[in-house]
């Protein structure tokens, strides 16, 4: 079976074979997102055994950015935590394997909810309770002991907005082939208003309804895409799941929660 960009099949199966066994027939990988984010992959065999692989894109990256270790640990971390995360099958760093660290996932059934269609389609009970499972599940990550679970030292406990500030000013500057004053002048606008941070915890980064797979009840079934995830204040995914949820911060296209039936963005608050 020829190789899917990004997969080297025949590696891959004798990696699988060995991690879960009974691997005789092959396997099947389909691309599920792309881009310059981590790869991320569906993963069959022949007997309906289905698992999700997540790779670094194709060519130069940093590695700080698409640390597949890093995600492995988190996700491991917080396997008995009370946060829905999938089980996870196991790392692999030899990048004689698939040209890059990868690891797997079991796969988690459910429904990912991208967009106001999406979110049509629901029943409205089945909506209200998604927006009140988002926040639950929140709250429950932002409760962790970071030391039961071991992830004390995953990174520095202070000083978290300013350094969000500070990179992605420093990745705007190095990106931009023309001059955009009033991004930096936004910049210098928060940097000298960064609140108090209020305590430590962990920080997904990117935490919203389409960065979790939902089950059919509206419940939270996992929570995906850790590779922004840190320690820090654990307020700003607060602030940046609201935010999701306004369409004045996103470009003026109608959120999935801002269909009948979510909770508004001020009971979030």
């Given amino acids: 079976m020829g190789d899917t960009a990004g997969i080297n099949h025949d590696n891959l199966v004798r990696w699988f074979d060995g991690q879960v066994g009974g691997v005789d027939g092959g396997l099947e990988f389909h691309l599920i997102t792309g ?16 698992w999700v692989l997540r790779r670094p894109p194709m060519g130069h990256v940093l590695a700080t950015a698409h640390d597949m270790a890093r995600e492995h640990r988190i996700i491991s971390a917080l396997a008995d935590s009370g946060v829905p995360v999938p089980s996870i099958v196991g790392l692999c760093e030899d990048e004689e394997v698939n040209g890059a660290p990868f690891y ?3 796969f988690v059934p459910g429904l990912v909810v991208r967009d106001v269609p999406a979110a049509e389609a629901l029943p409205v009970e089945v909506r209200r309770r998604m927006g009140e499972s988002l926040v639950e599940v929140l709250a429950r990550l932002h409760a962790v002991d970071l030391d039961v679970v071991g992830l004390s030292g995953l990174g520095r406990h202070d000083g978290y907005i300013e350094r969000q500030l500070k990179r992605w000013r420093t990745q705007f500057v190095d990106a931009t ?4 004053p009033r991004v930096l002048e936004v910049h210098d606008l928060l940097a000298a208003r960064v609140p108090t941070q209020q305590g430590v915890g962990i920080v997904h980064g990117d935490y919203r309804l389409d960065n979790c797979m939902m089950s059919a009840d509206g419940e939270v079934a996992a929570v995906l895409d850790w590779e922004l995830c840190t320690l820090g204040d654990v ?3 607060v602030a940046g799941m609201v935010a999701y949820g306004d369409s004045r911060t996103t470009g003026g296209v109608l959120p999935p929660t801002s269909v009948e039936g979510f909770p508004p963005t001020d009971e979030g608050r």
């Avoid at 082939?177 to 955009?180: A, L, N, P, S």
């Fill in 104 to 106: 797997v996932m079991d």
């Fill in 177 to 180: 082939t023309r001059e955009i």
């Fill in 35 to 50: 881009g310059r984010s981590n790869l991320t992959f569906t993963v069959s065999d022949g007997h309906g055994r289905r």
């Fill in 235 to 237: 307020l700003a995914d």
